[in-house]
């Protein structure tokens, strides 16, 4: 994890943990389903995420950077449960992840 990575994560812990910044849940949450789809497509030929799922527009600029630092590191952590339960079952929980039904998450070849 880079320093800058670790500083942006640091920053916002107490805020989260507060729940005083609204926008902090947002950015995480698309962070960790961000990293998740790209474990799932780096591991799985057949998945490819629809690009609108992960544009992140409902984001300002700044929350989007924020989930943008933890990419990385939640896409090592997700890679881990692909392995472990699969591509089929880790595309149905990242679709859980966004909120949005399968069939706009995934396209599958």
Known sequence: MTKLKR???LAAL????SGGVAWADDAVDFGIFWGTVLAIE???ENYFVRP???MGNHLSAKDYEFAKAMVDDERAKAARVVDKI???EAAKEAAKLSGKSFFKVWEID
Do not use: I, N, Q, S
């Open 42 to 44: 780096d591991k799985c």
């Open 52 to 54: 609108d799922a992960v």
């Open 14 to 17: 107490p805020l989260v943990a």
């Open 86 to 88: 699969g591509c089929d």
């Open 7 to 9: 500083g942006l994560l």
